[in-house]
């Protein structure tokens, strides 16, 4: 293929993907009753208004519970599952691996809206508590699976190697499969963080009186424009993608110094 | 401890949690479908009111338009990811993992963010895109915004990595050397393509079309947020049912009709798929 059409291709490609988030910006950096770009003045108002809210930091502080939560959870459960997805051989596995897989190729909002039953027949109030529950069916086997791929390049006959070398089977654990499942945790847990921090279909049915941003920002857009609205959009956007950064360039760092 | 036994107890908590958080509440949903209209109770009779309801009460339309949204968008979505994804592979290297990742962020960008995003590009007058153009070229156009239209591209703009990344893997499956050897026995483009990379790259491109057609069966914020009243998707009725209705028992039976067709593509393609080969990679 020619190499003009590829780097062309691929250059639309990322542009596409990248308008629509950067027309947030755009409308962030006035403040305006109505949209009109290009904007006469630029401000950055819409951000000293977003900060002097309370509601903001509530926002935040809701959908960071959860996500902290999710990502936790989903880490520790993620983390036995993959063992058993891919570390040992069983009978059962391959109708386990499919079954782990299956919430994934479901149905979001129906999958919100099953959840928000569930708990009115066991009688339970939603909350952000509920919707911690509620993104761990759908994150959980996504963890599973991503520490799994983790796993697959794992050479069981280390551990017996250690345990013959006279290791316990705690050490074993510390010392060998950990270092090694390391990687695929740390990217588990990010997974499962950024994930849960901008979910909205599940999040819609199962919070209750609670609200994350993807949320409010989904309420928000559908009824009214207000420059204040992009401006949280960005900063909750933000901060997740630059916690996603960091932490890649963290495991590549620790990867170098490894390898 | 046996190998077999330490696989089923590590196996344990994440089948219990499944089985808790994703099958009871099917069942229930499925249960609450079978009872009386407008009712609270889950003890009653069981009646298949709902069903054929559902098949008779002008719940027609909404199914239709998001099953064939979930079409439309998966096969837009296959051929713009088909040559990316070859793309990317070929590039390889340094380069290519920078491109991947960038393709990669939006996905963690909150639908509703990225939403918002394409109905502020596109929005009509003082727009992003109609804005600019007026300024710079003192061109004046429309907008796709509350169409059908603008709704079909925000689907396929909100999945088109979810066809992307399992592409990626399947593509990475077809090894170079087939290729030329296909080349070299005078196979054309069009030969190789359908009988060596597509074959080869199926176990990605099932994944991928899975997934999106999935999550777009679902779908309703790109239809609330680009679509104005111009379309009206399924999970859209079944909320109004649960909400405004106040009839749980229609709409459970609405979300089972969902969860079967679902299950009726799902089913088949995953049987279909070694996991362990497409993921050991």
Same mark, same amino acid.
């Given at each position: 293929?020619?190499?003009?059409?590829?780097?062309?291709?691929?250059?639309?490609?990322?542009?596409?993907?990248?308008?629509?988030?950067?027309?947030?910006?755009?409308?962030?950096?006035?403040?305006?009753?109505?949209?009109?770009?290009?904007?006469?003045?630029?401000?950055?108002?819409?951000?000293?208004?977003?900060?002097?809210?309370?509601?903001?930091?509530?926002?935040?502080?809701?959908?960071?519970?959860?996500?902290?939560?999710?990502?936790?959870?989903?880490?520790?459960?993620?983390?036995?599952?993959?063992?058993?997805?891919?570390?040992?051989?069983?009978?059962?596995?391959?109708?386990?691996?499919?079954?782990?897989?299956?919430?994934?190729?479901?149905?979001?909002?129906?999958?919100?809206?099953?959840?928000?039953?569930?708990?009115?027949?066991?009688?339970?109030?939603?909350?952000?508590?509920?919707?911690?529950?509620?993104?761990?069916?759908?994150?959980?086997?996504?963890?599973?699976?991503?520490?799994?791929?983790?796993?697959?390049?794992?050479?069981?006959?280390?551990?017996?190697?250690?345990?013959?070398?006279?290791?316990?089977?705690?050490?074993?654990?510390?010392?060998?499969?950990?270092?090694?499942?390391?990687?695929?945790?740390?990217?588990?847990?990010?997974?499962?963080?950024?994930?849960?921090?901008?979910?909205?279909?599940?999040?819609?049915?199962?919070?209750?009186?609670?609200?994350?941003?993807?949320?409010?920002?989904?309420?928000?857009?559908?009824?009214?424009?207000?420059?204040?609205?992009?401006?949280?959009?960005?900063?909750?956007?933000?901060?997740?993608?630059?916690?996603?950064?960091?932490?890649?360039?963290?495991?590549?760092?620790?990867?170098?110094?490894?390898? | 401890?046996?190998?077999?036994?330490?696989?089923?107890?590590?196996?344990?908590?994440?089948?219990?949690?499944?089985?808790?958080?994703?099958?009871?509440?099917?069942?229930?949903?499925?249960?609450?479908?079978?009872?009386?209209?407008?009712?609270?109770?889950?003890?009653?009779?069981?009646?298949?009111?709902?069903?054929?309801?559902?098949?008779?009460?002008?719940?027609?339309?909404?199914?239709?338009?998001?099953?064939?949204?979930?079409?439309?968008?998966?096969?837009?979505?296959?051929?713009?990811?088909?040559?990316?994804?070859?793309?990317?592979?070929?590039?390889?290297?340094?380069?290519?993992?920078?491109?991947?990742?960038?393709?990669?962020?939006?996905?963690?960008?909150?639908?509703?963010?990225?939403?918002?995003?394409?109905?502020?590009?596109?929005?009509?007058?003082?727009?992003?895109?109609?804005?600019?153009?007026?300024?710079?070229?003192?061109?004046?156009?429309?907008?796709?915004?509350?169409?059908?239209?603008?709704?079909?591209?925000?689907? $396929?703009?909100?999945?088109?990595?979810?066809?992307? !990344? *399992?592409? #990626?893997?399947?593509?990475? =499956?077809?090894?170079?050397? +087939? @290729?030329?050897?296909?080349?070299?026995?005078?196979?054309?483009?069009?030969?190789?393509?359908?009988?060596?990379?597509?074959?080869?790259?199926?176990?990605?491109?099932?994944?991928?079309?899975?997934?999106?057609?999935?999550?777009?069966?679902?779908?309703?914020?790109?239809?609330?947020?680009?679509?104005?009243?111009?379309?009206?998707?399924?999970?859209?009725?079944?909320?109004?049912?649960?909400?405004?209705?106040?009839?749980?028992?229609?709409?459970?039976?609405?979300?089972?009709? $969902?969860?079967?067709?679902?299950?009726?593509?799902? !089913? *088949?393609? #995953?049987?279909?798929?070694? =996991?362990?080969?497409?993921? +050991? @990679?």
């Amino acid at each position: 293929m020619p190499r003009l059409l590829r780097s062309l291709w691929l250059t639309l490609i990322l542009a596409l993907l990248y308008m629509p988030i950067l027309s947030v910006v755009l409308a962030s950096l006035a403040n305006t009753r109505y949209m009109r770009f290009p904007h006469r003045t630029w401000s950055v108002g819409a951000y000293t208004d977003t900060f002097s809210q309370q509601e903001t930091l509530t926002l935040h502080l809701v959908s960071l519970k959860v996500a902290l939560c999710v990502t936790l959870f989903s880490v520790i459960l993620g983390a036995l599952g993959a063992m058993a997805f891919a570390r040992y051989d069983w009978r059962g596995r391959s109708i386990y691996q499919k079954a782990v897989v299956l919430p994934i190729f479901f149905p979001q909002p129906v999958l919100g809206l099953a959840l928000l039953m569930f708990y009115s027949a066991l009688g339970i109030p939603p909350s952000w508590k509920t919707a911690i529950f509620a993104h761990m069916v759908w994150i959980l086997p996504i963890v599973t699976l991503v520490i799994s791929i983790r796993l697959f390049g794992y050479d069981p006959a280390q551990e017996d190697a250690a345990r013959d070398l006279g290791a316990s089977r705690w050490q074993v654990l510390r010392e060998v499969t950990l270092p090694h499942l390391a990687p695929g945790l740390i990217s588990g847990g990010l997974f499962a963080f950024l994930l849960s921090w901008s979910n909205l279909p599940l999040s819609i049915f199962t919070t209750g009186a609670d609200t994350t941003l993807p949320e409010w920002l989904f309420s928000r857009v559908a009824t009214n424009y207000a420059p204040v609205v992009s401006a949280i959009a960005v900063i909750g956007t933000f901060a997740s993608v630059i916690l996603g950064v960091l932490v890649l360039l963290g495991l590549r760092l620790s990867r170098a110094r490894a390898g | 401890m046996s190998p077999g036994r330490t696989g089923y107890l590590f196996a344990l908590p994440v089948a219990l949690f499944l089985l808790a958080g994703f099958a009871t509440p099917i069942g229930i949903v499925a249960w609450y479908s079978l009872m009386e209209p407008r009712t609270f109770a889950l003890t009653a009779e069981t009646t298949l009111t709902n069903y054929r309801a559902a098949f008779t009460e002008g719940y027609g339309p909404p199914f239709f338009w998001s099953i064939t949204g979930a079409v439309a968008t998966t096969l837009a979505c296959a051929l713009l990811a088909w040559p990316t994804a070859k793309m990317l592979h070929q590039l390889a290297g340094r380069g290519a993992a920078v491109l991947t990742g960038l393709i990669a962020v939006p996905i963690f960008v909150s639908e509703s963010v990225r939403l918002f995003g394409m109905s502020l590009f596109l929005m009509p007058g003082g727009g992003i895109l109609a804005g600019s153009l007026r300024a710079l070229f003192d061109v004046n156009i429309g907008t796709v915004l509350n169409t059908k239209l603008g709704v079909f591209l925000g689907m $396929v703009y909100v999945h088109f990595p979810f066809m992307l !990344f *399992p592409l #990626l893997l399947g593509v990475a =499956l077809i090894p170079q050397d +087939r @290729r030329d050897a296909a080349r070299d026995l005078g196979a054309s483009r069009w030969q190789i393509l359908r009988e060596v990379e597509l074959p080869l790259a199926m176990p990605g491109l099932i994944i991928g079309a899975l997934l999106t057609f999935v999550l777009c069966v679902g779908a309703n914020a790109e239809a609330a947020i680009l679509g104005g009243q111009a379309i009206s998707v399924v999970t859209r009725a079944i909320e109004q049912r649960f909400s405004y209705a106040q009839d749980w028992p229609m709409g459970a039976a609405l979300t089972m009709l $969902v969860v079967a067709v679902t299950a009726l593509v799902v !089913f *088949p393609a #995953l049987a279909r798929i070694d =996991l362990n080969k497409l993921i +050991r @990679r």
